[in-house]
């Protein structure tokens, strides 16, 4: 068995979110997010739970901190929920809310955790929202006050910063499925959110920048391997417009100050709602790139396509050659190797983090209360091997956050998938450690482990 063994100094870490882990959803002088409001929406959720009390962390983040201690963590990627900074989305700062993640940030740093904040997980004010949302290009200076008020209270203490998570995901499934909040389904809304999320990444960034120059500034972006179905030509085309639009197309913008070149008919950008000088302001020179990643997307031409996305937005179909989540994810570890160095080769060797990667096992504590979650534990395995693989080739990888500290809400499926380290009883609050979480520790603690 040859050894993974990582570079000295590789940040290893776990991530949550916001909304899926804090609850107190209406605590302390907390606005309304577009998540409180789906959740409450009868039928948006298979469940019918919702992140009112989730994991609780709003009053358990010393336990949420003390597991990250258990495991020999050095870095915690959490998100700071923008309605318990400015309620309506504008105006002047909620000191209690603020209070929260100063509290959390200053145990981070007591325990010598590395405090690792996303600005933006999906939980958008709702007023915002009834203001036009992310469609709405005002939305991206709202963004940028929003992000300032923050950083002007924390940046003294917290030196790296994610803007956006995900953002191709929560605006496709936000905006074109419609399973994710605010619920819609309206391709010209889905354009003009991609185009005003690109604009508030480049304010965004040129605020944190204004504020304190010494930031270290990202954002996380969901990315897949994207594979043609075939050997035939239209497969690989239709992939390497997927990749454009699924991988980079926030990233090209911010890195280049250009859209890549996606859709087969031209990128619409009068639909998007683009405007003279507007490829300046999207521009973020970028200190790292996130990278989250869980699987690989197979992507099939298909017959009289005028863009050419092969199966965009509904077909993003995993392999099948692969062993299986119980979310019914493939488990494919080389698809993490070949998107980090791909993206190290187009990018010119950029600073990555993976931040976020992971499974879903419903493994339950055993009659002596032991989660024996093996199949997460060959999972990190492999996903690990991989990002040694990608390093050894020249990848720039200084840390890893797996998804996710504990088990949480996880969206659209409620409580009913399982990531975490810590298995959660829901109904009593309970915690445990599961035998995935210790192994996760030990490798923490080792900075490598038996191949
Ligand atoms: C995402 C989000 C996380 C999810 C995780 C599992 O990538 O969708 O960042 O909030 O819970 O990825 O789906």
Redesign the pocket.
Known sequence: MARVEFPKGFHWGV?T?SY?IEGAWQEDGKGESIWDRFAHTPGKIQTGETGDVACDSYHRWRDDVAHLVDMNLTSYRFSVAWPRIQPDGRGPANAKGLDYYARLVDALLEAGIRPFPTLY??DLPQALDEAGGWPERDTAERFADYASIVVRALGDRVSDWMLF??PS?FTTLGYVLGVHAPGVQDLDAFLRATHTVNLAQGAGFRALRSIRPDLRIGS?F?MSACEPASDDPADAEAAERWHRLLNVWFVETALHGRYPDAFAAGNPYDRMGVRDGDMELVKAPLDFLGI?L?NRTIVKALPDDPNGLGAFPSGATGGSEGPRTD?DWEVWPDALHDVLVRITRDYGRPVLEVT?N?C?YADGPDAKGVVNDTRRIEFFRGYLAAVARAIEAGADVRGYHA??LMD?F??AEGFS?R?GFVHVDFGTGQRTLKESGRWYGRVAGENGFEG
């Open positions: 991530a979110a899926q997980h999906w998570n995900e995901v996380a969901n989250n869980y979310f976020e992971g879903s998804w996710s949480n996880e969206w998938q990531f």
